[in-house]
């Protein structure tokens, strides 16, 4: 079995501060795993993905996450937040050694106060 | 140049009529998905179809029929609309399987509504 787990409803944070939106899983193997954006009314985008390597991936608009095995988290990150970063993100994750299909959890919705 | 297209963008209909979602993609990908987004943003897969071939068919009334005539094609016929219908049903694709490691690339939803 697979799951994720977006534990924040929503995180506020103030424009210029760090920001971190949390996402951990449950797989029985190694796993893939997303994060993607979705701006109001509009579709969902790829922000970034690990597969395997480098535990810090770098994604699009300044966004990173960090894979940590032992605590199972994928959270993402940004050094600095911009108004513009306010949307709805979510995160996914799959069993790379199973035949089930992509997991999304439940969305974190980021508000970026001026 | 838009990647991944759905028509129409919006739809308002009553309750009990027919009605049909389409989805085009122009990546090449191989494999096109459908989703439901519920008013509180939760997301969930309804279909997946890997080269016109049904891959996933998560618990969805069967009054949902998808049909991909072919590979670039990914269309959503839904009969006798209830209430329980209205949302924002996104199309999507990516390259390889559904069970790859491939990001997906989503169209800009079609918001249902069912009066």
């Known amino acids: 079995a697979q799951s994720v787990a977006q534990p924040e409803d929503q995180v506020n944070v103030a424009e210029g501060n760090p920001l971190t939106v949390k996402c951990t899983y449950s797989v029985s193997g190694n796993p893939y795993l997303f994060w993607y954006v979705q701006y109001p009314n509009r579709g969902l985008q790829f922000l970034l993905k690990?597969?395997?390597?480098d535990n810090l991936v770098k994604g699009s608009y300044g966004f990173e996450a960090e894979f940590n095995k032992s605590q199972t988290s994928f959270h993402l990150k940004k050094p600095s937040a911009l108004v513009s970063d306010s949307a709805l993100y979510f995160c996914?994750?799959?069993?790379?050694?199973?035949?089930?299909?992509?997991?999304w959890g439940a969305g974190t919705k980021l508000i970026i106060k001026p | 140049d838009t990647a991944v297209s759905q028509t129409p963008k919006y739809l308002v209909t009553q309750m009990g009529n027919d009605k049909s979602i389409k989805c085009e993609q122009n990546?090449?990908?191989?494999?096109m998905y459908w989703y439901k987004q519920d008013s509180k943003k939760f997301l969930k897969i309804m279909f997946s179809y890997n080269n016109k071939e049904l891959i996933i068919n998560e618990t969805v009334p069967n009054r949902f029929s998808p049909k991909s005539p072919d590979k670039a094609h990914l269309n959503l016929h839904i009969n006798s609309l209830e209430l329980g219908d209205s949302a924002v049903y996104f199309c999507a694709s990516s390259q390889g399987t559904a069970q790859g490691w491939n990001e997906q690339f989503f169209g800009p939803g079609t918001r249902l509504t069912v009066l």
């Open positions: 996914a994750v799959r069993d790379s050694g199973s035949n089930y299909q992509l997991i």
């Open positions: 690990y597969i395997t390597g």
């Open positions: 990546l090449g990908h191989d494999t």
